[in-house]
């Protein structure tokens, strides 16, 4: 410490940038300053040092480096290029490691059109780079739509095609190529769509309009009418594009528009390219603030990386603040209104854009992190061998011996898997017998499963005590599935967990998430069970009160309360329309029967 006190005491209060560097001779931290001195020594000071990550910072501090520049923007200039290449611990983290793609005009006769994300020094031509590859695409296909270009890679040298070296292939027969590797094209013609293409690719796309609604109205007036509609379809396609993307004052040319979101430490950087009126390219990034510095300075960090990777020579740039920063060549405004103010306004919405849908996949993935805890804690407290992914959980429902029902409830990943849910009536059995119904219904439930090749579970819960459990357990192994699937029963009265061959049931802390998961299941069955059981009795005691006619039996009750619905929806219909269901007789004494209920 006292070596580096005296460091810091030796500092020129000039302009500059200062490197940390740790015991092992590595940049740590990289930052500039207006006055060296006093910057540098503002990390050794007590109020620095309420912030733990600047004390963590200045606690593997061993050498201060510094350089000393002309002004302030230099060292801005420095400091981003001294970051870039070594990449020190502390120091904003922009998370972008894209490489962007790139339209190349190949320089070569009959010049090729494709993208790249390969930059070669061949004296061939790149327009971009594009922060979006959706964008080239779009580009691409546009442009061949409009003008049939070559897509092959011979050497179409003036020699090649007049020795014949080349045939006309498959894209001349569709008409995206006029073959000029067989001189029927010429390569004045085919530049002619090149110098197009390149103010397509600038953005003049005004221009190409006008040029080809003049070669249009020439085809129209010497009587050319099948060529001037094959231009008008393309200054069709071209105006399409063109108001997909114009949003602005077309005054508006060359202009880089930057705003920033902060929420929770990450920093979202919007960056809008505007070429005559029209956005052009938008890109966000992200900026992690590991040392808490001032967004402002973070914010020009950003204005300066985005601009240098998207190659952007613009000399105004719109900023929601006022940065200080003198950059030669380079005029920031703060838009108040109009055009300018629409923009950056925009942009501010997909920088917060940015940042929302962030958060929701964050949240989601902390979503996942949770179930997967979960399924764990289930697993461990049960003792199963696998992660019990899909769990199926059964109840009986009857009230008084009445039409006993089962039901089947299934969570796959913790969550309730509603289109999985199943409703078995009881046929096998009469009576209330709950040990003899869960047999039947956990036999029919998986010798389906079975046949069908359907997936097993890994865990199979039935609501009740030791009874129903053992039923469950004589089906399972009729099938031979009891030594592959683990099943457990839960008691209600003290939440008892029953295992196969254990008189002794495990009792769970209550608050404990595997109990409530459980639980959840059992409920749900239960709930599920009880729906079922409730419409099936309300439409025995519907169907009894129609069998109480004399002459009126359960299949003739069945047809009528099927057709119409309920038994007040019965008593509202004529004769004629009862007849069409159960004939003139059994009609006849419905309605005289139905007066007397």
């Keep these: 410490m006292e070596t580096l006190k005296k460091i810091i005491n030796s500092l020129p209060k000039s302009p500059g940038v200062y490197q940390f560097l740790d015991s092992g001779g590595k940049v740590i931290y990289v930052g500039k300053a207006k006055d060296l001195h006093n910057r540098v020594a503002s990390y050794f000071n007590k109020k620095s040092y309420e912030s733990y990550k600047i004390k963590l910072l200045v606690n593997q501090i061993t050498e201060i480096r510094h350089i000393i520049v002309e002004n302030e923007s230099d060292a801005l200039l420095l400091e981003n290029n001294l970051i870039k290449k070594l990449q020190p611990k502390y120091n904003v983290l922009l998370k972008d490691d894209k490489s962007f793609p790139w339209i190349c005009i190949k320089r070569e006769p009959f010049p090729r059109i494709f993208p790249t994300r390969k930059l070669l020094r061949d004296g061939s031509e790149y327009f971009g780079p594009y922060t979006s590859a959706f964008m080239v695409k779009t580009l691409i296909n546009l442009i061949r739509e409009l003008y049939p270009l070559r897509t092959c890679s011979f050497n179409l040298s003036a020699d090649n095609i007049k020795k014949g070296k080349f045939k006309k292939c498959l894209e001349f027969h569709m008409g995206k190529c006029k073959a000029p590797c067989e001189k029927l094209q010429s390569e004045d013609d085919y530049r002619e769509s090149i110098i197009q293409i390149k103010n397509i690719l600038k953005g003049n796309i005004q221009e190409v309009i006008g040029y080809l609604d003049k070669i249009m109205h020439d085809f129209s007036k010497n009587y050319q009418f099948e060529h001037a509609e094959g231009i008008k379809q393309k200054i069709k396609l071209l105006e399409k594009y063109k108001s997909k993307s114009t949003i602005v004052n077309p005054k508006l040319n060359n202009i880089d528009v930057f705003s920033y979101i902060e929420r929770n430490a990450i920093i979202a950087v919007n960056f809008l390219k505007i070429i005559n009126g029209a956005i052009v390219q938008s890109h966000t990034v992200e900026l992690k603030n590991r040392l808490e510095e001032p967004c402002e300075e973070i914010f020009l960090y950003a204005i300066l990386d985005i601009r240098e990777k998207v190659n952007s020579s613009a000399r105004e740039i719109l900023v929601p603040f006022d940065p200080v920063k003198e950059i030669p060549g380079i005029k920031f405004l703060i838009p108040k209104a109009g055009d300018k103010k629409k923009l950056m306004d925009l942009s501010e919405r997909?920088?917060?854009?940015?940042?929302?849908?962030?958060?929701?996949?964050?949240?989601?993935?902390?979503?996942?992190?949770?179930?997967?805890?979960?399924?764990?804690?289930?697993?461990?407290?049960?003792?199963?061998?696998?992660?019990?992914?899909?769990?199926?959980?059964?109840?009986?429902?009857?009230?008084?011996?009445?039409?006993?029902?089962?039901?089947?409830?299934?969570?796959?990943?913790?969550k309730p898997a509603?289109?999985?849910?199943?409703?078995?009536?009881?046929?096998?059995?009469?009576?209330?017998?709950?040990?003899?119904?869960?047999?039947?219904v956990i036999f029919r439930r998986y010798k389906r499963q079975l046949d069908e090749n359907a997936e097993i579970p890994q865990l199979i819960i039935i609501d009740g005590g030791k009874g129903q459990l053992n039923s469950a357990i004589k089906s399972l192994r009729k099938l031979n599935l009891f030594e592959i699937v683990p099943v457990i029963g839960i008691a209600k009265r003290l939440e008892e967990i029953y295992f196969p061959h254990d008189s002794i049931p495990l009792y769970l802390d209550k608050n404990s998430s595997t109990l409530k998961l459980i639980q959840n299941l059992r409920n749900e069955a239960h709930r599920f069970g009880i729906n079922l059981h409730r419409n099936k009795r309300s439409g025995s005691m519907l169907r009894n009160k129609l069998e109480q006619i004399k002459g009126v039996g359960k299949s003739s009750a069945e047809k009528l309360l099927k057709k119409f619905g309920s038994f007040e929806n019965i008593k509202l219909k004529s004769l004629s329309e009862i007849e069409q269901v159960v004939g003139k007789k059994i009609a006849k004494k419905i309605v005289e029967g139905l007066k007397n209920i």
């Design 350 to 414: 997909n920088a917060k854009q940015y940042l929302l849908q962030k958060e929701a996949i964050l949240e989601q993935k902390s979503y996942r992190t949770r179930l997967q805890s979960l399924l764990e804690q289930v697993k461990n407290d049960l003792q199963l061998k696998e992660l019990p992914k899909r769990i199926e959980c059964f109840d009986n429902s009857n009230i008084q011996g009445t039409n006993p029902v089962s039901s089947c409830v299934v969570f796959i990943n913790g």
């Design 418 to 440: 509603k289109k999985e849910y199943r409703h078995y009536n009881i046929k096998t059995v009469t009576g209330t017998n709950d040990f003899a119904s869960m047999e039947e």
